[in-house]
C-alpha cells in the first residue's frame, strides 16, 4: 500500500511551459484534493474532487486544471507557467462521508523562471 | 472570508517544556479542527483533530483545547521532544460535504535538547 504518490519530485520550468503534475492513490478513497504550500501560507487548496468526472475549484484556482477519469488519478495540469506558480504542490485524498484524515503525498517542488 | 489565523509563526521550546500553538477562525460554520505535523520535505500528516462539541481532546502528549465562544483553538505539546520539532499546521473545516481544508499559516516548532 503506497499511500498517495506524486510525480515529479521536482521540476524547473521556464515562463509559459506547460506541464502535469502526476497524483496517484491506493487507497480506493473517493475524495482528492490539490493544495499548495508557499512560505509562511500555509496550504491552501487550488481544485478538489469528489469522485471519478467530478471536480470543483478551490480557493486558488487560476492557472490550473484538473481532471478525474479513474478513482486513483487526479492529475494537475499548468498551462501557461508564470513565476507566481513556483510553490510545492500537494496532493491529498481521503475516504468520503467524514471526517476522515487527508493523506497526503510527498510533494512537488515546482520553479518557474 | 474564510481565514485560519495561527501564531506564533515560529517556537523555540526546551525540551520537557510545554509547547503552545494559538488559531482562531471566522467562519462559524467551521465544525471540525484538525491539526496536522509536517517535516522537512514530506507532506503534512494528521496529528489530531477535535470537533466543537467538546472543549478539549488528548492524545498522549498532545492536547487540543477548543473555545467555541471566542472561536479559537490551540495545540499544547506536553513534555516536549526534540523529535517534535516540526511545521504545524492548524486548519478548519465542514465536515459535511467535500472536506475543503483552510489552514493556517503553520508554526515552525524547534525543541532545544
Known amino acids: 500500500n503506497a499511500g498517495v504518490t506524486q510525480t515529479p519530485k521536482f521540476r524547473i520550468l521556464k515562463i509559459g511551459q506547460s506541464m502535469t503534475l502526476q497524483c496517484t492513490q491506493d487507497?480506493?478513497?473517493?475524495?482528492m484534493y490539490w493544495y499548495r504550500q508557499d512560505p509562511g501560507m500555509g496550504l491552501k487548496l487550488i481544485y478538489y474532487s469528489v469522485g471519478a468526472g467530478i471536480t470543483d475549484k478551490g480557493e486558488v484556482p487560476n492557472g490550473y486544471n484538473v481532471s478525474r477519469s479513474t478513482t486513483e488519478d487526479f492529475p494537475l495540469r499548468l498551462e501557461l507557467a508564470a513565476p507566481s506558480q513556483t510553490s510545492v504542490y500537494f496532493c491529498?485524498?481521503?475516504?468520503?462521508?467524514?471526517?476522515?484524515?487527508?493523506?497526503f503525498g510527498p510533494g512537488t517542488r515546482l520553479t518557474v523562471t | 472570508q474564510q481565514q485560519v489565523k495561527q501564531s506564533p509563526q515560529s517556537l523555540i521550546v526546551q525540551k520537557g517544556g510545554i509547547s503552545i500553538i494559538n488559531c482562531a477562525y471566522e467562519n462559524t460554520a467551521f465544525d471540525y479542527f484538525p491539526w496536522y505535523q509536517q517535516f522537512p520535505g514530506k507532506g503534512p500528516a494528521l496529528l489530531i483533530a477535535?470537533?466543537?462539541?467538546?472543549s478539549e481532546k488528548k492524545e498522549g502528549r498532545f492536547t487540543i483545547s477548543f473555545n467555541k465562544s471566542a472561536k479559537q483553538f490551540s495545540l499544547h505539546i506536553m513534555d516536549s521532544q526534540p523529535g517534535d520539532s516540526a511545521t504545524y499546521f492548524c486548519a478548519a473545516t465542514k465536515i459535511q460535504g467535500a472536506q475543503k481544508l483552510v489552514f493556517g499559516q503553520g508554526t515552525r516548532l524547534t525543541i532545544n535538547p
Open positions: 477535535i470537533r466543537p462539541d467538546v
Open positions: 491529498a485524498s481521503s475516504l468520503s462521508g467524514g471526517p476522515y484524515e487527508q493523506y
Open positions: 487507497m480506493n478513497h473517493n475524495y
